[in-house]
């Protein structure tokens, strides 16, 4: 499932194409801290107060879905002290903020597993997605102890409890049943802080998108350089295995 490409201002009013999702792996949290002598909660408290702005950004520019990989299947292993700090981060930053997405149109998307949070960050998350069901604005997917890996077999295994028949399954049935079910495939997928990993983030959805590596750490990566994502997209020729 892809969508149409449309045009959209950039921040220093030239007209530019338009991907119409987005996807951003936001790493560097940790790296900007130690650049500061801070402790990393205090990067991690800084890249979701990014993800603030990030958001009302591409709502701004008229991008229509916009997927953030906030927490990996992989990022249990980090230290314990550290996954604590982003898990009561993640609490009070979607408690704090839900409420005024709503008030913007934005609808909200958890992807991902909820067996292993906490009833506390899955009532939040629940409650969000339930709040900004209606909207009809940007929506914003949250990856959430999310791994592309763990999506695919998942949605195998639901498949086959759901008795579907073998014949039947071709792309367009084994895509209803992954976390990002109705929404269009990625158009533009970004990784700030340097690196060109793909991570386990949206192994099916980004097929054929646009990956585009910034080594601007993720709580610096806002306006200009959206901009220069949004550019080197709008220059590219996606062919999607055809010769054009």
């Known amino acids: 499932m892809t969508a149409n490409p449309e045009t959209s201002k950039l921040s220093n009013g030239k007209t530019q194409v338009l991907p119409q ?3 951003m792996i936001m790493d560097g949290n940790g790296r900007w801290a130690e650049e500061r002598g801070l402790d990393i909660s205090e990067g991690h408290h800084a890249g979701f107060e990014n993800l603030q702005r990030v958001v009302s950004d591409l709502a701004r520019r ?3 879905y916009l997927t953030m990989y906030a927490f990996s299947t992989e990022n249990w292993d980090r230290p314990e002290a550290e996954v604590n700090g982003i898990l009561d981060l993640a609490i009070a930053v979607i408690a704090h903020e839900a409420e005024q997405l709503h008030q913007n149109n934005v609808r909200i ?8 949070i906490s009833d506390e960050l899955r009532g939040e998350l629940e409650q969000a997605v339930e709040m ?7 929506t914003l997917a949250i990856a959430f102890d999310y791994g592309g890996r763990s999506e695919i077999a998942q949605a195998a295994a639901r498949m086959v409890a759901d008795g579907v028949d073998p014949s039947t399954i071709d792309e367009g049935k084994y895509a ?4 990002t079910s109705g929404m269009p495939d990625v158009d533009l997928l970004i990784r700030t802080g340097g690196d060109f990993r793909i991570s386990n983030f949206l192994l099916w959805q980004t097929a054929y998108s646009e990956f585009y590596s910034s080594d601007v750490l993720w709580p610096d990566f806002h306006g200009e350089h959206i901009d220069r994502a949004f550019k080197s997209f709008g220059n590219r020729a996606r062919r999607f295995g055809k010769r054009i």
Request: aromatic residues 8%; glycine residues 12%.
């Open 21 to 23: 999702h987005v996807a």
């Open 62 to 64: 008229g991008v229509s």
């Open 109 to 116: 998307r958890h992807l991902g597993r909820v067996d292993r």
């Open 132 to 138: 900004t069901a209606d909207n009809t604005g940007l």
């Open 176 to 179: 209803e049943y992954l976390y």
